[in-house]
């Protein structure tokens, strides 16, 4: 029963850490600046303050976030029309991007 726990735990950990590996931070940094940056920032610190800052927000919260505005799960007229685009892979980068970036909330980068 130990080794099948270790095992499902290790089989777990191999996963999570393949799609955080399979984001790319240069494509997300790309996207960032087509499609985010004139409203959160290039970096996500958005001068405005009727903009969220998502610098240094955690990389799981932005890409559940931007899955809900695309599935329209989250309302909001402007993110649903920024998001409809966005491919997973988009959304993931994005989220790894954003996460990289530095901001007040989250110091585990």
Do not use: W
């Not at 799981?60 to 993110?79: F, H, Q, W």
């Amino acid at each position: 029963m130990k080794n099948y726990l270790i095992a499902a735990l290790s089989g777990a950990a191999l996963m999570l850490s393949s799609q955080v590996m399979a984001a790319d931070i240069e494509a997300g940094k790309s996207k960032a600046a087509e499609v985010c940056a004139s409203c959160h920032g290039v970096d996500g610190n958005s001068p405005a303050p009727n903009f969220p800052k998502i610098g240094g927000q955690y990389r799981t919260y932005i890409a559940k976030a931007l899955k809900d505005y695309k599935s329209g799960t989250r309302n909001d007229p402007i993110m649903a029309g920024m998001t409809a685009n966005l491919t997973p892979a988009d959304i993931e980068n994005l989220a790894f991007y954003y996460s990289s970036q530095a901001g007040g909330l989250n110091s585990n980068k």
